[in-house]
């Protein structure tokens, strides 16, 4: 088809004196859950519902659009290798298209697929915009050249591959910062309604694993360095994460939510729709009813975070605590309806009226909506690197207080108590109260003069501007390389003021070492000290005094070190204090990071939160957890080896390999992905020296 | 020093061929007459693209050890036994010019080949027309990856084994199988041809046709009679479960302290595999309708098409922009593939460009995806491969005088050994009671090594039933060529697999032979850091080797007294 010019929106003569406004949304239909669901007809109204995703098009709007579809933050390219094909685009402008919510749900049409994986993805990035109000942006593409200087590119749109390969999974790939969705023809174990052995699944159908797949794409652009499985729960985060956020979108969907609590009685803590997670996928592969579901386990005893180890598995038990929190909120917020209409807690006689019905849904919506946002505003919370579910808990808590700060529904109560029963605990914390699980802000009071100087500093670097700046063009410009380009300029700004801070008071305060150091494992900077990166820099929004809404500035610090597998082979390049000057450091095993994330008041000047990891790059207790997590992981690799037999090694993580991927949908073989050891860490840890970018620096390690 | 090989006038003399990463060994028994021997042969090959370090290649190796074959027996060999089917186990048939002494100058009596090799067979039938339809569906499908690659034709076709193909090299595994499996069977029709009836040029017969024996697992073979050796056969299992199965949780040797991940359920990946399988029938049997494309015939474009040669349509504008058009080089991006910020479609105004501000060109070549599938085909060509290795022919063999057992287990995996040494197989003893193949093992003496000693081709408990004092364990590997193997871009192979050799050296109390380097006092210690691949041993467990290599000193020094150590070869004689 051909491409069009833009839309003329006036007269053949040119006559019209005003042409319409742009809308602000466009109208798309996908599968509510996704293509078996729709086949069920005791489930009709989950068949397909119409999203409504922000308007971009080529006629103007908050960005353009063409044919693919390719618009502002996500490019759809239907090239399916595996079968040998190429689809055309899909062209979401032409009148056809725009007069009827766009094509119509079908299998067996490539451009309903492409419209669907476009307005599941919008949806999902519209979801994160909205709670963190300002623009996503996705992880950049860094290289290494020859001679080992690193650069950062701005990937401007993320990829999306409806049918990138045959098998029954689906990912994120880091490394091309793209989606990767299989299809596959289900095996004989298939069992359910709507699949039979033999019949084709798309993974880019299920309304689910599309919500899942962008998940992980902006969480990595947000916290790059949450894909190192530098402790137990560090992947699991990511995928309980991107559960979460599927799950509780299920409730923007009115049609199903009504559907389900009318079934229920309006009970919505037993197995439900909403609570399934790819449905589709789960009876293709003989799962039974889904692939995952929000309620752990739905029968029995309920499973602890300690009852399990496997990524996925540890990121269900997130799910289930915020599942549970969810459920108590629900609860809270319509005890009052079902009294009024005499229905118990235990399950009602007959049908709810249907002006219940919809305002239990009004109720649920809500507290669903909140607790999402809730979810993604706590990343701004959390520490750097090195994440766990309890300060993931923390970062809940704070996030929250800083938004509403009195807790009228006990939303921050439901939290606490949810993953206290899920077995998720909060270190060095004394006891599960609010305001013991608040972060706390650094300590000032020894040397208040010295930390004043931090604001002088950032006041003389004109830092605050920047922020404003910065502030002002996240929430206003379309063009996210220029938002890219001033947080780049914010960056290197606070790179040179943070390194600046009293020595002794950041190491203890922030965990952060700006004194020379001894070991040798550490990343330094040709003067003997840690380098440093400042790997984020952005602004996030609050509730300030008298309500006023307010900016942050929340500035992400780190600093690494090399780990090695053998702690005396870790003691003896740590120690070496005698080497030869110029001689290099052997080869990783791993990377240990540090660091913290501060939450800074600049019109108030005051640090509010240092969030910091454990210990400081060089208190070797550092190395502890990753190196523990990594001996299992690699326990785990040799696994996956074992089945790559005859050649054991050989096949140990081809980038491209779905297998390799650390974001899989299911994991194949749960090798550690390549980013995390060996050649590519070193490589990657290279590129945080970019945080300085101006100045030139000599190649560190000669190796 | 004559070039025949005597037999010991009791128990058994063992050769084990030193010629690379392959397997070849001779044994040769006494018989009534002292002159005369009864020679055994088991496998001759090398791995297809195998070189020595000096340069040497695979067909100088072949024919050095072919004609050491004929030396050895007279050119008169009992019986050959090929375990299974796989270029490393016999190379020699294919390579012509050990092919030419084998085919013509050793006359061989009988051929001896596991169940799985029957023509006769049922179950073999199926289980071989289902591998020939796993082959020629990855053929197809490789061939198709590789021409979006813009690679024309698969090199492995046409290479000569020895060589490197050009194609796909280093790049894909299933490209790799494909290559030698093309060989492999060749190799085995010739070994077969080799015992058809040989006729002179006027047509009469010069040479009978000789019989070919397949063996079942629980069959006890004496070819000289009740006073002869005694040939137990343990494996292949009659099963196609076990046949697929090549790893078993707990069952193997692994490296490291004890990980509560150990328990793993490995089931997402079996079921991807099954999943891939069905998918690649599903073309097939659908035939022309391709039942397993992501849509109906003619919807989208052929994507081989969309060349610089193509027509001009908006189509293919768009995919050259968006995509691109020309070979995924593989390329990670460090180099190309940007271009500057202000070239992008919606950067700011020209004058804001500086040069370090770039955006990712919509078209960069690390963003396509047209090797994804090709690490799909990877795993279910490893699956295949493993397939092979399992079909292995397990034989324990023990001396007419002794019962004393030579356990020779070709490479077979998981699913082999356990229906052996988890599982019992119950024979005749041939003294009208029966035996156990968990005793059977208990003799053992000599242990062959399954698959040059990687990590799954020797179980845990298989070892643990080799309790004899005595144990010696011959590993036939060239362990430096292994650890500098390439083949997906990833680190070396570990042949063999540390914490196996290290428990051998328990169990043999550091009687452990490597066709490579010998003893173990002469072993290099494979320093993982000097290699690019990632290695998770620790210096710990090198150190432990070690120390039971000291530990072992006066055994080993006892080893070397009795064993013959030549170039081409080591011998050792097995007493009563």
């Keep these: 088809m051909p491409r069009r010019k833009k839309a003329d929106t006036r007269g053949v003569d040119g006559a019209w004196e005003r042409s319409p406004p742009a809308p602000h949304r466009r109208r798309l239909r996908v599968y509510a859950l996704d293509p078996a669901t729709a086949l069920e007809i ?217 559907h389900v609590i009318e079934r229920s009685g309006g009970q919505l803590d037993q197995e439900n729709d909403l609570a399934l997670l790819a449905v589709e996928m789960g009876r293709a592969l003989g799962h039974g009813e889904a692939l995952r579901t929000a309620l752990q386990p739905s029968r029995g005893r309920r499973r602890r975070l300690d009852d399990v180890e496997e990524a996925h598995d540890r990121g269900a038990i997130l799910v289930a605590a915020l599942f549970d929190a ?210 984020s820099a952005r602004v996030a929004r609050r509730r300030g005094p008298g309500d006023q809404s307010t900016v942050d500035l929340v500035v992400e610090i780190t600093q690494r070190r090399r780990g090695y597998d053998d702690p005396a082979r870790q003691r003896a390049v740590d120690r070496e204090a005698d080497a030869a000057a110029g001689e290099g450091v052997p080869r990783a095993d791993f990377l240990v990071r540090s660091g913290c994330t501060l939450l800074i008041d600049l019109v108030r000047r005051e640090v509010r939160y240092a969030i910091r990891s454990r210990f400081p790059i060089d208190d070797d207790r550092c190395l502890a957890t990753p190196r523990a997590t990594r001996g299992a992981e690699l326990e785990r690799d040799l696994r996956a080896d074992a089945r790559a037999a005859p050649f054991a090694g050989r096949f140990a993580p081809i980038d491209e390999l779905g297998s390799g991927e650390p974001f899989a949908l299911l994991h194949a073989s749960t090798r550690i992905s390549e980013a995390y050891a060996g050649t590519d860490s070193e490589a990657d840890s290279e590129a945080d020296s970019e945080a300085t970018p101006r100045v030139p620096r000599r190649a560190e390690d000669p190796r | 020093m004559s070039a025949t090989m005597t037999p010991p006038a009791a128990g058994v003399k063992v050769r084990a061929y030193r010629h690379g990463f392959g397997d070849c060994f001779l044994l040769a028994f006494p018989t009534a007459d002292p002159d005369v021997a009864w020679y055994l042969m088991i496998d001759c090959g090398l791995f297809w693209q195998y070189k020595r370090s000096d340069g040497a290649g695979i067909r100088e190796q072949l024919a050095a050890v072919a004609a050491d074959l004929r030396d050895a027996t007279g050119g008169d060999i009992d019986a050959l036994v090929i375990t299974h089917e796989h270029y490393d186990h016999l190379g020699g048939f294919h390579h012509e010019e050990s092919l030419r002494i084998l085919h013509d100058e050793i006359h061989f009596r009988e051929l001896w080949l596991p169940w799985t090799e029957d023509p006769g067979d049922d179950l073999a039938e199926e289980l071989r027309e289902e591998a020939d339809l796993e082959l020629r569906l990855l053929r197809r499908e490789l061939l198709a990856v590789a021409r979006r690659m813009g690679v024309r034709s698969l090199g492995v076709e046409d290479a000569e084994a020895g060589e490197q193909p050009e194609a796909l090299a280093g790049l894909s595994f299933a490209d790799e199988l494909l ?238 050994w356990l229906s052996w040494c988890d599982e019992v197989v119950r024979c005749d003893d041939g003294a009208g009671g029966s035996v156990s193949s968990h005793e059977l093992l208990q003799r053992a003496v000599l242990y062959k090594v399954g698959h040059h000693g990687s990590h799954n081709a020797t179980l845990r408990k298989g070892v643990e039933l080799m309790t004899s004092p005595e144990l010696v364990a011959v590993i036939p590997t060239d362990e430096e060529w292994a650890w500098h193997k390439r083949s997906s871009g990833d680190g070396g192979w570990r042949m063999p697999f540390l914490p196996i050799y290290r428990a051998l050296l328990e169990r043999c109390r550091g009687r452990v032979l490597q066709t490579d380097s010998g003893l173990p006092t002469d072993k290099p210690r494979m320093t993982p850091r000097d290699s690019d691949g990632k290695e998770p041993f620790s210096d710990e467990e090198f150190a432990e080797s070690e120390t039971l290599i000291a530990q072992h000193a006066g055994e080993i020094a006892e080893l070397a007294a009795r064993l013959r150590s030549e170039e081409l070869f080591f011998e050792l004689t097995i007493d009563p």
């Design chain 1, 326 to 535: 969810f459920l108590a909120i629900y609860r809270q917020r319509t005890d009052d309806l079902l009294r009024i209409a005499g229905v118990g807690r235990t399950g009602s006689s007959g049908e709810l009226h249907r002006d219940l019905v919809r305002r239990l849904a009004d109720e649920a919506q809500k507290a669903a909506g909140h607790l999402l946002r809730m979810a993604i505003r706590a990343l701004d919370y959390c520490p750097p690197v090195d994440l766990d579910f309890g300060d993931y808990l923390r970062a809940l808590i704070t996030a929250d207080r800083d938004l509403v700060p009195i807790d009228e529904r006990n939303y921050r109560l439901a939290l606490i108590e949810a993953f206290r029963g899920r077995g998720i605990l909060a270190r060095g914390v004394r006891n599960l109260s609010e305001e013991a699980l608040v972060w706390r802000a650094p300590r000032t009071d020894l040397d208040p003069a010295r930390t004043a100087r931090i604001f002088d500093a950032l006041e003389s670097a004109k830092v605050k501007t920047s922020v404003e700046e910065l502030a002002a063009l996240w929430t206003l410009t379309n063009d996210r390389a220029t938002i890219w380009k001033a947080a780049r300029a914010l960056r290197a700004k606070l790179h040179g003021v943070l390194t600046r801070l009293p020595a002794g008071w950041a190491r203890e305060e922030l965990h952060l070492v700006l004194d020379e150091v001894e070991q040798r494992g550490i990343h330094t900077d040709e003067r003997g000290r840690p380098s440093t990166e400042v790997h």
């Design chain 2, 179 to 416: 290559g030698f499996s093309r060989s492999t069977s060749d190799a085995l029709a010739a070994v077969r041809e080799m015992f058809e009836a040989r006729t002179d040029e006027a047509g009469d017969e010069v040479v009978p046709r000789r019989p070919t024996r397949y063996f079942d697992p629980g069959d006890l073979h004496l070819p000289m009679g009740p006073d002869g050796p005694r040939i137990w056969v343990l494996g292949p299992p009659r099963s196609r479960q076990a046949l697929r199965s090549n790893e078993r949780s707990g069952e193997h040797f692994e490296s490291g302290a004890d990980h509560p991940l150990r328990a793993l359920d490995q089931a997402p990946a079996e079921r991807r595999l099954a999943a891939l399988h069905t998918a690649l029938e599903g073309r097939e049997d659908a035939g022309r309708s391709d039942a397993a494309r992501a849509f109906e015939r003619g919807v989208g474009l052929e994507l081989g098409e969309l060349g610089e040669e193509a027509a001009p349509s908006p189509e293919l504008e768009f995919f050259r922009r968006h995509y691109g058009l020309g070979a995924d080089d593989g390329n990670d991006g460090s180099d190309g593939g940007m271009v500057d910020g202000g070239g992008g479609a919606a950067a700011g105004g020209p004058g804001e460009v500086d040069d370090q501000d770039v955006e990712v060109a919509d078209d960069a070549a690390w963003r396509r995806i047209d090797r994804v599938w090709l690490g799909e085909l990877d795993e279910l060509a490893l699956q295949y491969d493993n397939y092979v290795n399992n079909t292995s022919m397990v034989l324990a063999i023990a001396p007419g005088d002794s019962d004393k057992v030579l356990l020779f287990v070709g490479d077979a995996q998981a699913g082999n």
């Design chain 1, 42 to 258: 005791d489930r009709e109204p989950l068949h397909a519902v119409v999203l409504e995703v922000p308007w971009e098009s080529a006629t103007g709007g908050r960005g353009s659009l063409s044919p693919g579809p390719v618009g502002e933050m996500v490019e759809v390219v239907d090239v399916d290798p595996a079968s040998g094909r190429f689809y055309p685009p899909i062209d979401l402008d032409h009148p056809h298209l725009l007069a009827q919510d766009g094509a119509a749900p079908s299998t067996g049409d490539p451009h309903f697929h492409q419209q669907m994986v476009y307005a599941v993805a919008m949806r999902t990035i519209g979801v994160f915009e909205q709670a963190l109000g300002r623009r996503a942006l996705w992880a950049d593409h860094v290289t290494v050249d020859a001679e080992g200087r690193t650069r950062r590119f701005f990937v401007r749109r993320l990829r999306i591959y409806p049918h990138a390969f045959r098998a029954p999974n689906a990912y994120y790939s880091p490394s091309k910062v793209a989606l990767l969705f299989g299809y596959f023809p289900a095996g004989e174990e298939a069992e359910g309604p709507g699949v039979a052995p033999g019949g084709m699944v798309y993974t880019c159908l299920s309304y689910d694993i599309v919500a899942h797949e962008t998940t992980h794409a902006l969480l990595d652009g947000l916290h790059p360095r949450y894909s190192e499985p530098s402790n137990p729960d560090m992947l699991a985060f990511h995928e309980g994460f991107a559960d979460a956020v599927a799950i509780f979108q299920h409730f923007t969907h009115r049609e199903v939510l009504e």
